[in-house]
């Protein structure tokens, strides 16, 4: 459609799944032509109607679009009467694929990138295609638009910033637990940000378990589902309460997990001490450490490392030894 | 509007400022009405052609639109053919005006809010009342669209996830380079994330050298700005060569400061242990870890922490004292 200069975007409803705002009737896109090179196009996260005037025009006018799954754009296409070439860049491909495509664009040629929903590169493909398009100099845009993350956090009710979007969490156990326990420990040393995962519907129950043994059952926390379609779903609550809530009702659809910003003065560091302070009146600091990191997920150094200063601490306050000899000195 | 049915959006073309898909000639919203409740819609960050289908529906369907400034929102308004009420909501009347727009939530109104640009709540006021609104179980929902500093993460070519974003750093230097600090200590706890700030344009240059000398002159970054507009500049480089630039050549617009994520294995931990076993080879275990938490403007307690530990395990590794004895035991 690159040569039309009046082409016509649908005059048909696109098949919105949200309650208001479905059917736009008609849009044109702009007569000027899309400049050369790669534009990164924002497309609707559930509801059609999401995509904005610009990202409509992008995609009509460009030479080619490349598509995380051409099958999922193309329903975006059909509802809105866009009929441009489409190729598939996966993680599968996207490596063997970039010498061509960079052939592409110095050739002049118009090409977007998009995902299945909202922003490209977030959770999905592109990077390494953006990062050799940058690295040759040509030219780069994007048309923004939806993304499933920032809409979760606006309407979780959590701080919306500062916030840590972290992507999907490991999918077993330990892994999950072990990375959980590693932004716990940034915690720890003094992040506070409302923080965002994906997850998958059938692990959403295992993760929200983990997630209240490493960041505690009161933490505060949203469940965001379905977002901009007719089953949009936010739940509020506690860690334990939604962990609880959805270990007896299984969901489906995309999800999103929130939980707010640890009170880092008042809580995490201080309940690490407690509960050192308590073991080391009973065990060897290194078996304090290694108890206390072990139940919070934490790694051991971290841990042993404030283990250390606590001893230090509690023996200059009883003046067990004053001016103790440094190690070092 | 909002009893019209078939309301037309702009028969005219917006002032667009991009070079490319600047005027779409006309767009008409869905029939269907916006049901009852707050919305949170996003505008366009530079371009007006940046506002989804969904999005003018929204605003022109509303009974109300809150804006952070009416003046700006107005301009998006004309352009779009848009004429519904708007009201401020700021940080100055939010407090005050929520009691009456629960009220008029309560009484099935349909409330659109808007900030000046992109998405709102996430540097901007309106938190106050999602907040308020969700509390008395009142309808919130989304029409999600642009957002800046997302817009700026894909166009950076720095590593898309995990991204930390943080909002306006403090605009003193002090006050500032402790916040930087801050970040810099969890990243010393394993914290490995792309960081974003928005800056105002006066402040850009010594926002810049202090970002370089809290988290390293070489630390790949990148800045933003004027994006999606005629003069949409991204500037990549290390945090030294970006802030020389910026010394030397002032800018203006809205702007996002970008740094890549800390390689934490590699760089941060290992640099600080160096530079701690360096100084206590000379100094006290408390004046080195005050002389590097000075030095990296860190917390004090964080290093010297790390400082006890390294000093143990010097002490054990040179066995100058085989087991020595616990302090707690």
């Known amino acids: 459609m690159s040569d039309e ?23 044109r896109p702009p007569p000027g032509p899309l400049p050369a090179g790669l534009v990164l196009v924002s497309t609707p996260i559930g509801n059609l109607a999401d995509l904005t005037i610009r990202a409509a025009a992008c995609l009509s006018e460009a030479d080619l679009v490349l ?5 999922t754009t193309a329903r975006l296409f059909s509802a809105w ?26 050739q002049g040629k118009r090409i977007a990138l998009v995902s299945d929903a909202g922003t490209p590169l977030l959770s999905d493909p592109g990077y390494r295609l953006v990062r050799a398009a940058i690295a040759e100099g ?7 638009g939806a993304n499933a993350a920032i809409t979760a956090l606006t309407l ?18 330990a892994a999950r637990r072990a990375a959980f326990g590693q932004i716990h420990a940034a915690e720890q040393a003094g992040l506070s940000a409302t923080l965002i995962w994906h997850e998958a519907p059938h692990r959403l129950a295992e993760a929200l378990e983990d997630l209240a043994t490493v960041f505690g059952g009161n933490r505060e926390a949203a469940v965001a589902r379905e977002l901009t379609k007719r089953f949009e779903e936010v739940r509020r609550g506690t860690l334990a309460s ?42 060897s600091v290194k078996d304090a450490a290694a108890l206390v990191a072990g139940a919070a997920n934490l790694p051991r150094r971290t841990v042993y490392a404030r283990a250390l200063q606590l001893a230090r601490e509690h023996r200059e306050d009883n003046d067990i030894t004053a001016n103790p000899p440094d190690p070092l000195e």
């Open 138 to 144: 040509l030219p780069v845009t994007a048309a923004p």
């Open 242 to 283: 939604l962990s609880t809530h959805y270990a007896e009702n299984q969901v489906r659809g995309e999800i999103t997990v929130l939980i707010g910003p640890a009170d880092v003065e008042a809580t995490g560091a201080d309940d690490l001490d407690r509960q050192l302070r308590q073991l080391m009146s009973t065990h």
């Open 5 to 27: 200069t009046s082409a016509s975007l649908p005059s048909s409803s696109p098949a919105s799944e949200a309650p208001a705002s479905e059917a736009v009737t008609s849009i």
């Open 156 to 173: 979780s009710g959590l701080p919306p910033h500062p916030f840590l979007f972290i992507g999907f969490p490991p999918p077993r156990g």
């Open 67 to 71: 598509c995380e799954d051409t099958r």
């Open 81 to 106: 009467g866009i009929s441009t070439h489409m190729e598939a860049l996966h993680e599968h491909n996207e490596r063997h694929r970039i010498a061509g495509l960079l052939d592409q664009l110095r």
